[in-house]
């Protein structure tokens, strides 16, 4: 049994013609790639349509904003070079079949990888990878593609984030590392000779678990989406809700009609307002802003729905986004180009709509407990205390 590691480079001349030499010298029986069936798809067919809709309803916005990003560094790469991004991946299919080699696709579901790398971040990791995603997107860095024959595309990101998230490099790099060295063992037992072309930045670390597989972690870990247990984020959600729930059961127990109608109006139109005003910030359409008006204070009371997922659904509806869309997105140069385009303009109203809700709840609570007098602690004491002689 032989496996002989190809470490390229993704956007290189120079590793499209090394990949082809090596297989045809070597001619295997079976050529391993650095692909998952998805990526593999995007490589080899016309992009499928993609509904900005379901991305919404499953919470998913920002891993596709990640791979957005992911696709910006690697056609800015290609651009400048001359060479299509994965086009040595597609150099070593063809000269697998070319000389009759089966072709293995050995990476991790790209879906996968990308769900575990955003869970491992903090918030405060990911509002900084947020902001370096922008300050990247308009950026005039100089890339040397020589150094690019020493780590992949991804390990580069990794490079560029390495500060601002610790636990990219071992999703990213790691993980793939020892997914794909697992299944090339698990090739081995059916081909006696497998040349894998893979990204140099995974070479060495596939290299040292091929010689010592004893070290290879559970498959089935490595493909499992857990979700953080623990969130600050999700804590202080809660803490609000809970603070404006008590609220209100505060105020219905005065049992005065006029202070909870009106407690209820200033709750309705202060979320709705902000809302719909980060709505239209970002440039919604009329029917956007006025959904997000009238659910914000409903959805705020609701962890597991946000006013920007209505908004920004209602908003996909009338803009209809296309995968076209999703490609130009990554050539845009400047924010008026970023504006005109419908994917940009439908995560950006969600985004800016949630701000709204956000600071509508926060500052909602305050004015209802403002304009009735309400005691909350004081009204908790006293039913806590009626309860308590009725029970003894």
Same mark, same amino acid.
Request: net charge neutral; glycine share 6%; hydrophobic share 50%.
């Given at each position: ?28 029986? =079976? ?35 990640? +791979?957005?990003?992911?696709? %910006? ?7 400048? %070079? ?9 150099? =070593? ?70 500060? !601002? ?25 059916? %081909? ?52 404006? !729930? ?16 009106? =407690? ?24 956007? =802003? ?33 995968? +076209? ?68």
């Amino acid at each position: 049994m032989e496996i002989i590691l190809v470490g390229t480079a993704h956007v290189s001349k120079k590793s499209i013609e090394e990949t082809k030499r090596i297989i045809e010298e070597v001619k295997p029986q =079976a050529v391993a790639v650095e692909l998952c069936y998805k990526r593999f798809l995007a490589l080899t067919q016309k992009p499928q349509e993609i509904s900005v809709v379901d991305v919404i309803k499953k919470g998913d916005a920002a891993l596709v904003l990640f +791979q957005l990003l992911l696709s %910006y560094f690697q056609r800015k790469i290609g651009e400048e %070079y001359g060479v299509k991004p994965g086009a040595e991946m597609l150099a =070593a299919i063809e000269k697998a079949r070319e000389i009759g080699a089966d072709v293995l696709l050995i990476d991790r579901d790209i879906a996968i990888t990308f769900k575990r790398f955003w869970n491992s971040l903090s918030i405060f990791e990911k509002i900084r990878l947020v902001f370096h995603m922008l300050k990247g997107l308009f950026g005039d860095e100089e890339i040397d593609v020589d150094e690019m024959l020493e780590e992949d595309i991804l390990e580069r990101l990794v490079k560029e984030f390495r500060d !601002i998230a610790p636990s990219a490099a071992k999703v990213l790099i790691d993980e793939r590392d020892a997914y794909m060295a697992a299944k090339l063992i698990e090739a081995s037992k059916r %081909y006696e000779k497998i040349v894998a072309v893979v990204g140099a930045g995974h070479k060495k670390g596939i290299e040292r678990y091929l010689k010592n597989p004893e070290l290879l972690p559970d498959l089935r870990e490595l493909e499992s989406v857990k979700e953080r247990k623990f969130s600050i984020l999700k804590v202080a959600s809660f803490a609000i809700i809970a603070f404006v !729930i008590l609220t209100f059961v505060a105020v219905l127990t005065t049992m005065n009609s006029e202070l909870i109608l009106k =407690a209820f109006l200033y709750w309705f139109l202060i979320n709705g307002v902000l809302s719909a005003i980060g709505a239209l910030i970002a440039g919604s359409h009329p029917l956007s =802003a006025l959904a997000a008006f009238l659910s914000a204070w409903l959805t705020s009371l609701n962890p597991m729905i946000a006013a920007g997922w209505v908004s920004g659904i209602v908003e996909a509806k009338m803009r209809k986004p296309t995968s +076209q869309d999703l490609e130009d997105l990554t050539k845009a140069e400047s924010l008026r180009e970023l504006m005109r385009n419908r994917v940009f303009r439908v995560l950006l109203v969600a985004a800016l709509t949630n701000v709204g809700s956000m600071i509508g709840t926060i500052y909602g609570a305050y004015v209802v407990v403002q304009i009735t007098g309400i005691n909350i602690p004081e009204i908790i004491k006293r039913n806590l205390y009626g309860l308590l002689r009725r029970v003894i």
